[in-house]
T-cell receptor, first 108, second 115 residues
Framework: GQNIDQPTEMTATEGAIVQINCTYQ??????LFWYQQHAGEAPTFLSY????GLEEKGRFSSFLSRSKGYSYLLLKELQMKDSASYLC?????????FGAGTTVTVRA | ETGVTQTPRHLVMGMTNKKSLKCEQH?????MYWYKQSAKKPLELMFV???????ENNSVPSRFSPECPNSSHLFLHLHTLQPEDSALYLC??????????????FGAGTRLSVL
């Protein structure tokens, strides 16, 4: 299986920036995904990286370094609605494995 | 609305009951998945169906029995469950079995409590 690590919790202030790190160990890497999950709701797709570098999508960006087994999700201009759990998922050999998730709390 | 609908949203059952969870996807996908999500733990892949054939059975106890009658519907039949089976059960679907840029879309889950 995969070994995927991300912090359990993070707190930030409205309007600030938060970076959620994810490290992984795997063979047969085939892509890294970030999902957002609000309490009681479905995980929703945020971003996908398969090549090294930064993918930007509005206020959210995701970075990947395959050689380091490292990714981060950057949330800019935080809003209260961004309070949620953020799941890092690694696809290897066409199977998706998830980290335990990072709960982000945005304070006013 | 993700295009993946799960029912019921909440279920309480005794250890001797038999119940079924239902998942329906309206995205035209050909692969469907069952995951178990326990508090503070990673999502655990349980079953994968691709083109209505089971292609993955991740060492799941036989008290969980999946059924995929067509590419839009997926069931999880439950019987003689244990209290440790209490969790959020998530269904997902994707186009193709996971290659390329295939993205999994999730339902909101069924919150199961086993008494």
């Amino acid at each position: 299986g995969q070994n995927i690590d991300q912090p359990t919790e993070m707190t930030a202030t409205e309007g600030a920036i938060v970076q959620i790190n994810c490290t992984y160990q795997t063979s047969g890497f085939n892509g890294l995904f970030w999902y957002q999950q609000h309490a009681g709701e479905a995980p929703t797709f945020l971003s996908y990286n398969v090549l090294d570098g930064l993918e930007e999508k509005g206020r959210f960006s995701s970075f990947l370094s395959r050689s380091k087994g490292y990714s981060y999700l950057l949330l800019k201009e935080l809003q209260m609605k961004d309070s949620a759990s953020y799941l890092c998922a690694v696809r290897a050999d066409y199977k998706l494995s998830f980290g335990a998730g990072t709960t982000v709390t945005v304070r006013a | 609305e993700t295009g993946v609908t799960q029912t019921p949203r909440h279920l309480v059952m005794g250890m001797t009951n038999k119940k079924s969870l239902k998942c329906e996807q309206h995205l035209g996908h050909n692969a469907m998945y069952w995951y178990k999500q326990s508090a503070k733990k990673p999502l655990e892949l349980m079953f994968v169906y691709s083109l209505e054939e089971r292609v993955e059975n991740n060492s799941v106890p036989s008290r969980f029995s999946p059924e995929c009658p067509n590419s839009s519907h997926l069931f999880l039949h439950l019987h003689t469950l244990q209290p440790e089976d209490s969790a959020l059960y998530l269904c997902a679907s994707s186009q193709d079995g996971g290659g390329g840029r295939s993205i999994q879309y999730f339902g909101a889950g069924t919150r199961l409590s086993v008494l």
